[in-house]
């Protein structure tokens, strides 16, 4: 594939591999200097629980990295189209944000917004940013890397990110659940395979008609019923 230039800086992406699920990987752009990601469509979502620790990992060896501040607005790589902000709610981590091509060649977002988006990170409680703002006036956004008042606002006012702070609990809990995810999507349940086999066994044996083709219709229903939880074990 052919390297790309970040939405923000313009400086050539960096390539990285990740395990995709089912099957393959993904290859994913980066750009440290503006600690962004560009996703081509659907790409954060085909990632494996394993692939997303490794790039957290990634994530956290550029943590202190000198950042730019992002330009606006931000471009698409692939058309050159002015990109569109948007705002999502994660599961585990709370509204995150982004900027996506209307074209859907695919989306940009920062390492702080990937790591809410996948729980690494854990957004203030409006009682929280009070308590902080008491102590710390102004702090840089985690999205765009504008300043924010806290004692005024709770959100970036130039791109709407919520305060969020990457809480140690908050990385613990991510890790333990992308290690269990890794470990189910990894590993064959037995158990299972051997339920699925006797169900179907039960049932095909109902639909046999002719008593010498007993032995033929036994290996063929086995070999199928273990092949078809195995697919389905390694798909979810």
């Given at each position: ?49 394993g ?12 943590r ?23 705002l ?15 074209q ?54 130039h ?78």
């Amino acid at each position: 594939m052919q390297p790309i230039p970040c939405p923000s800086c313009r400086q050539t992406m960096s390539k990285h591999r990740f395990e995709r699920m089912h099957h393959g990987e993904v290859t994913i752009d980066l750009c440290f200097p503006c600690q962004g990601i560009w996703f081509d469509e659907f790409e954060s979502v085909q990632l494996t629980p394993g692939g997303i620790i490794e790039l957290f990992k990634l994530i956290h060896q550029h943590r202190d990295d000198q950042r730019l501040p992002l330009r606006d607005p931000l471009r698409c790589p692939r058309c050159d189209d002015k990109l569109l902000h948007g705002l999502d709610v994660a599961k585990h981590g709370g509204r995150f944000n982004y900027h996506r091509c209307l074209q859907k060649h695919g989306r940009f977002t920062t390492f702080a917004q990937f790591m809410i988006e996948k729980g690494f990170v854990r957004q203030l409680s409006p009682a929280e940013v009070s308590e902080l703002s008491a102590k710390v006036g102004v702090v840089r956004c985690t999205g765009c890397g504008a300043p924010v008042d806290i004692r005024k606002d709770h959100a970036c006012g130039h791109c709407r990110a919520p305060i969020a702070i990457l809480d140690a609990d908050a990385v613990e809990q991510a890790l333990d659940r992308y290690l269990h995810a890794e470990v189910r999507r990894t590993t064959l349940n037995v158990e299972a395979l051997g339920d699925a086999i006797v169900l179907r066994e039960r049932e095909k044996s109902r639909q046999k008609t002719h008593a010498a083709d007993v032995g033929a219709i036994d290996v063929i229903d086995l070999l199928s019923a273990g092949a078809e939880l195995v697919w389905n074990l390694i798909r979810h």
